[in-house]
Structure formats: structure tokens, C-alpha cells
Nanobody
Framework: QVQLVESGGGLVQAGGSLRLSCTASGRTFSSYSMGWFRQAPGKEREFVAAISWSSYSTAYTDSVKGRFTISRDNAKNVVSLQMNSLKPEDTANYYC??????????????????WGQGTQVTVSS
């Protein structure tokens, strides 16, 4: 079972930036899509961004397009989420996740079976 550890969360003012990172254990990182999801208090978990195993494909939820960028470094087993122009509505606990099936790209949370513990992002107005 892969272990995922997120870092980089924190408190930032609206309009600011944060960079989240997720480091994965194991040797099969490069064969799987990776995703970022978030969950705000009282709300369901939602998809934020995903990247395919080769970085060829990326996807974003509409509310973050143009502001967030997902990237990965397969040599370091790291997936990152650069978040710019942050808004108070971006406040949530952010989780990275690994795809359930190798060489399959999905934005559906059900397609991911390994999750990190989460990192809190708080954006003040």
C-alpha cells in the first residue's frame, strides 16, 4: 500500500498563493494518475485537479481553472498543486490521492484508492 504525505498548507490572505506537495512512497508512483481533492466543513469531498502518470493529461474543476496548476516529478515521487489568486471559498482540507488502476486517468474520486491525511488551507478575506 502506498503512503501519501501532504505538506504546504496554511493560512493566506485572499489573492495570495500556496504550493501543496504530496510525497508518495513505493516504486510504482510513475504508473498511476494522481489527484487533489478538497473537503470544506459541512460539505462533501470534491475533485480539484488530476494529472496522468506521464503528465500528458491534466484536469481541473471549473472553479480553479486558470488559478491552480498540478504537476508531478516522477523521479522524486512528488505531485504538487500550485494555487494562485486564492479565494476564501478555496478554504478546505486538501487531500492527494493515487489512482486505483495503473495507466488510467480519472477525475472521479472512486477511481482513487490511496489517500493522504490532508493539509489544511485557510484563505482569509
Amino acid at each position: 500500500q502506498v503512503q501519501l504525505v501532504e505538506s504546504g498548507g496554511g493560512l493566506v490572505q485572499a489573492g495570495g498563493s500556496l504550493r501543496l506537495s504530496c510525497t508518495a512512497s513505493g516504486r510504482t508512483f510513475s504508473s498511476y494518475s494522481m489527484g487533489w481533492f478538497r473537503q470544506a466543513p459541512g460539505k462533501e469531498r470534491e475533485f480539484v485537479a488530476a494529472i496522468s502518470w506521464s503528465s500528458y493529461s491534466t484536469a481541473y474543476t471549473d472553479s480553479v481553472k486558470g488559478r491552480f496548476t498540478i504537476s508531478r516529478d516522477n523521479a522524486k515521487n512528488v505531485v504538487s498543486l500550485q494555487m494562485n489568486s486564492l479565494k476564501p471559498e478555496d478554504t478546505a482540507n486538501y487531500y492527494c490521492a493515487r489512482g486505483r488502476t495503473s495507466y488510467m486517468f480519472t477525475t472521479n474520486g472512486g477511481g482513487y484508492d490511496s489517500w493522504g491525511q490532508g493539509t489544511q488551507v485557510t484563505v482569509s478575506s
